[in-house]
C-alpha cells in the first residue's frame, strides 16, 4: 500500500508569497577574513569564496579561504595560547564569569544574528530567533557545570590516596555545518572553552559569517585572544589541513557520514579523539491510540521545520493500518498549507533548501523514489515563487508513499520529504524503525505509558522523543549510533568528551620502603 488513491497525486500549488511584511534585513560587509587571535586578518594572497542568499541566488559576501600552512600556523598560535596557561590553567570562577558574560551579550545580539543566519541559510526568521533564543543557555550551562564539577577520590588500595581531576586536552578542532550555523559551533564552544581547551573551528562554507562575528563577540566579552580562532576555507582543504595537524587533540564535526570517515581517519592518524554527529533517517511512529490531530501537527513539524534540514528531522513515518489513510490525509493537508517565501517575512513557514546542488540532489532521490513505484501525496517537485525568489532553491514540502526496499527509504534526503509506510503491529513498527544504517533519533507516538517505554527501550538510536521531536537543551545528552556517529554533544559527557582524566596518587605512610632490600616490599 503506497498511496491512497483518494488523495491524488497533485502538488500543492500557489506557493504564497508575502514580501510585504518583510524584516528589516542585515547588511554584510564586502569580505570577511578569518578569525586569529582575537582580531580578523586577511592572509596576503589567501584566495576567497563567496556566500551566497539561497532564497534569492543573491551575492552576500565574500570570506577569506584559508590554505593549509595558514590553518597550520593557527593550530599553533592555539597550541601556544594553551600552553600558556591564560584559559587553560585560569581559576574556573573566572572561566564561569566569562562564560557568563558572553551569554548576557549574545541574548543582546541575538536578533542581528538570527538576520544574518536568515540571509546565509534561507531558514524563515521565526524560526531562527526561536533557535537563537536559546544559545546563551549552552554558554550558563557550561558555565555552572564547570563550576560546580568535582573530582573524584577512587578507594585505591593500601596507604595511598588518589584522586582524579579531569583536565582539559589542548587544542580541539571544531567543523561545523551550515543548517544551524550558530546553534552547532556553539553546543560544541561552550564545552569545550568552560574546560579550558582552545580551538580552531572551520565553519561551514556556505554560512560562515555568523560564526566570526560570535567569536568577536567572545573576545570581546574576555575570552583571551587565540583562544577560540575561526579559520572559514574548504572542507577538503582547510577541514582536512585541521584534522591531520598534530597539534590537534580532539576533533568535533556535525556533518555528513562521508565526511566523517574522512575525518576519523586523517585524526586517528595522529591519535586524536573525534566526536562526529552525522547523518540520519529518524523513524516516527504512529500507534493507533495516539492523539492523531497531535501527531499530525508534530509529524509537520519534525519534517518541514528548517525545510528538513535537520539531521533529525522526521523522515520516515510509520503508521498504524488503522489510521494510515486517515493520519496521510491530515499530514497532505496540512503540508500543502505550509506557506513557502521571503524568509525575512514573519508569516513564511518555509525557506528555500541550501543550494541549488542540495535541490538537485533532493529532486534526484525524488525521482528516483517516483520511477520505483513511490505514491506522491504531495510536492515532489521544486517550488516556483514570484521574483526575486524565482532565482531561489525552493522545494515543495514532499510527502511519499513507499516501500522499504526502496533507496529513498534508507537515503538522507536532507530536504522537505517524508516518506510513509503503514505497519500492523509494534513489533513490526520496531524492524521498521530499525531498519535504517543511521541511529540518530526516533519519535514514538501513543498514549499507552507502557507502549511508550517498551518501544523507546527497543529503539536503536540516541535519543528518543516521546509523544514530540526536536526536543533539545544543554543539559541533555546528543548523538546516535551506527551511521549516525561517535560520542555525544550536550550535558556531562559533552564535559568529559572535552576533557581528560589527571589521578594523582599519594603515598600517606610515611615509612622507608625498598624493593630490592625488603623481600615483603609491595609491588602494587
Ligand atoms: O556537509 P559536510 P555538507 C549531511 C546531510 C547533507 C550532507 C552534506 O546529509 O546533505 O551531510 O552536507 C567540512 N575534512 N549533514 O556538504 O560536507 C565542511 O567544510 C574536513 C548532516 O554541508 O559534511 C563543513 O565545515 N572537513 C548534518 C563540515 O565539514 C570537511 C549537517 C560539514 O560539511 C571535509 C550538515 C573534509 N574532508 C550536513 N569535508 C547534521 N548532522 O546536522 C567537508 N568538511
Known amino acids: 500500500m503506497l498511496g491512497l488513491r483518494s488523495l491524488g497525486t497533485q502538488s500543492r ?18 569580505t570577511y577574513g578569518a ?29 577569506t579561504s584559508l590554505d593549509k600552512k595558514t590553518v597550520g600556523d593557527a593550530c599553533e598560535l592555539a597550541h601556544d595560547v594553551y600552553q600558556s596557561g591564560i584559559w587553560s590553567r585560569s581559576d574556573v570562577r573566572h572561566r564561569a564569569a566569562v562564560m557568563n558574560k558572553i551569554a548576557i551579550d549574545l541574548r543582546a545580539n541575538i536578533n542581528n544574528l538570527a538576520e544574518m543566519e536568515v540571509a546565509q541559510t534561507g531558514r524563515a526568521v521565526r524560526e531562527m530567533k526561536a533557535q537563537l533564543g536559546r544559545l546563551p543557555e549552552w554558554f550558563e550551562y557550561f558555565g555552572a557545570l564547570i563550576r560546580t564539577h568535582e573530582g573524584t577520590v577512587p578507594p585505591f588500595f593500601g596507604p595511598y590516596i588518589n584522586y582524579v581531576k579531569r583536565v582539559p586536552l589542548g587544542v580541539c ?14 553546543k560544541k564552544i561552550a564545552p569545550a572553552i568552560a574546560t579550558g581547551n582552545s580551538i580552531v573551528l572551520k565553519p561551514s562554507e556556505l554560512a560562515p559569517v555568523s ?28 577541514g582536512q589541513a585541521i584534522c591531520s595537524h598534530d597539534r590537534i587533540r580532539k576533533i568535533d564535526l556535525t556533518g555528513g ?31 493507533e491510540d495516539a492523539d492523531i490531530e497531535q501527531a499530525v501537527n508534530g509529524a509537520a513539524f519534525a519534517t518541514f521545520v528548517a525545510s528538513g534540514q535537520t539531521c533529525i528531522m522526521g523522515a520516515r513515518v510509520l503508521v498504524h493500518e488503522s489510521k494510515y489513510e486517515f493520519f496521510m490525509h491530515a499530514l497532505t493537508a496540512k503540508a500543502r498549507r505550509i506557506r513557502l517565501g521571503d524568509p525575512f517575512d514573519v508569516t513564511t513557514q518555509m525557506g528555500p533548501v541550501i543550494s541549488a546542488n542540495s535541490r538537485s540532489r533532493i529532486a534526484g532521490l525524488v525521482e528516483r523514489a517516483k520511477k520505483e513505484g513511490a505514491h506522491v ?11 526575486p525568489f524565482d532565482k531561489g532553491y525552493y522545494y515543495e514540502p514532499t510527502i511519499l508513499g513507499v516501500h522499504p526496499a526502496m533507496e529513498i527509504w534508507r537515503e538522507e534526503v536532507f530536504g522537505p520529504v517524508v516518506v510513509a509506510v503503514p505497519f500492523k503491529d509494534e513489533a ?24 511508550a517505554h517498551r518501544v523507546a527501550e527497543q529503539m536503536d538510536v540516541g535519543i528518543v522523543w516521546i509523544n514530540d521531536h526536536h526536543r533539545n537543551d544543554p543539559s541533555s545528552p546528543w548523538g546516535g549510533t551506527k551511521d549516525s556517529g561517535v560520542g555525544r554533544e550536550n550535558g556531562l559527557n559533552a564535559l568529559h568528551e572535552y576533557t581528560q582524566t589527571r589521578s594523582v596518587v599519594v603515598r600517606t605512610e610515611d615509612s622507608k620502603w625498598d624493593w630490592f632490600e625488603q623481600p615483603n616490599a609491595r609491588y602494587s
Open 13 to 30: 500549488r500557489g506557493a504564497q508569497l508575502v514580501g510585504a511584511r518583510s524584516l528589516s534585513k542585515v547588511v554584510f560587509r564586502d
Open 35 to 63: 578569525y586569529i587571535n582575537g582580531k580578523e586578518v586577511f592572509p596576503t594572497g589567501a584566495d576567497t569564496f563567496d556566500v551566497e542568499n539561497p532564497a534569492t541566488g543573491e551575492h552576500l559576501c565574500k570570506v
Open 173 to 186: 578542532g571544531l567543523l561545523t555545518p551550515w543548517n544551524h550555523p550558530l546553534l552547532i559551533a556553539v
Open 211 to 238: 560564526v566570526l562575528e560570535l567569536a568577536a563577540l567572545c573576545s570581546r566579552a574576555g575570552l583571551p585572544n587565540g583562544v577560540l580562532n575561526v579559520l572559514p576555507g574548504m572542507g577538503p582543504s582547510a
Open 257 to 287: 557520514t562521508p565526511t566523517g570517515r574522512a575525518v576519523g581517519a586523517a585524526a586517528g592518524a595522529n591519535l586524536a579523539g573525534v566526536i562526529t554527529e552525522l547523518g540520519g533517517k529518524a523513524p516516527m511512529l504512529i500507534f
Open 377 to 387: 501525496f504531495t510536492g515532489g517537485c521544486n517550488a516556483y515563487l514570484p521574483a
Open 428 to 451: 513490526e513498527a520496531v524492524r521498521l524503525a530499525n531498519d535504517s544504517p543511521f541511529g540518530l533519533a526516533a519519535a514514538i507516538w501513543t498514549k499507552d505509558v507502557m507502549r
